[in-house]
């Protein structure tokens, strides 16, 4: 197989959606947790986002859900990706103030990154890149040296307002999708052959991150918990769809080989 082009180098994560078993809470919880506007609301989905003009995050409701499957492919995390550090601060303390759980927080060299589940239990982390400057070159001078280290929460909160304001940050967005597969190798050889992302970091055989335009990663693929797995239900919450963005791309959609739907379009006159 000949391998595709390099990816369009302005490529964006422009929303994802996802299917959760109780709209109004689910809603509630990315509205007054994460701090996102909700911008439309109807029976059946709410679109939410930190800009009121670019919904970000879909939320479909589920007819007769069933509990995730924890060993099966799928959505591991959406990461949104803060403008500042004083930004991401102020969303650790209003998620704090509600008393929703963390469940992790990690210095990966490239950002600082905290963790938690919404109602569902599916994945969010929250993040702020460091300065692409300060990135180290992997081995052999080949994409990002990525790592986990404890990262200095106090260090990192006292960035912020002790009395953030309800809504996420103006120009936070969606950095990242981290999926889980059943294969390592083959995924990445899709996204890499086949749609032209580029290898940032390779953990063989469990993790592969993958990005367009030199970015520590757009996509994050593991096994950890999957390897061998399968689609979940298609009643279980979970992530049903990846929209990106690039510069003058035809629209079209894509199926990856565990089943996450992907869809391309062209990026918005700035």
């Not at 490529?11 to 911008?39: M, N």
Request: negative net charge; charged residues 20%; aromatic residues 6%.
């Amino acid at each position: 197989m000949v391998a595709a082009a390099p990816i369009d180098p302005s490529l964006r994560i422009a929303s994802v959606r996802l299917a959760v078993s109780d709209l109004a809470r689910s809603a509630a919880f990315y509205e007054h947790a994460l701090g996102l506007h909700v911008l439309r609301r109807e029976d059946e989905r709410a679109l939410l986002g930190a800009d009121p003009d670019h919904p970000a995050l879909e939320l479909v409701s589920i007819a007769n859900p069933v509990p995730l499957v924890p060993r099966s492919t799928g959505l591991f995390h959406v990461a949104w990706l803060h403008p500042t550090r004083a930004a991401l601060a102020e969303t650790v303390r209003r998620i704090a103030a509600t008393r929703w759980p963390l469940e992790g927080a990690s210095d990966h060299g490239v950002s600082e990154a905290l963790y938690l589940s919404d109602p569902d239990g599916l994945g969010i982390e929250i993040y702020a890149d460091r300065p692409r400057e300060s990135w180290e070159s992997g081995e052999g001078g080949r994409g990002v040296r990525m790592f986990t280290a404890p990262l200095d929460l106090d260090d990192l909160l006292a960035q912020g307002l002790a009395h953030p304001a309800p809504q996420i940050a103006y120009g936070t967005g969606i950095g990242h999708v981290h999926l889980k597969v059943a294969d390592v190798a083959s995924a990445e050889s899709f996204y890499r052959d086949q749609l032209g992302f580029q290898e940032m970091a390779l953990l063989p055989p469990s993790a592969a991150f993958l990005s367009a335009g030199g970015y520590h990663h757009h996509i994050g693929l593991n096994s950890w918990q999957s390897a061998g797995g399968s689609a979940p239900p298609e009643n279980a919450p979970g992530l049903r769809e990846v929209s990106f963005t690039l510069d003058g791309a035809e629209p079209r959609t894509l199926t990856d080989p565990d089943g996450n739907s992907l869809s391309f379009a062209s990026a918005p006159a700035r």
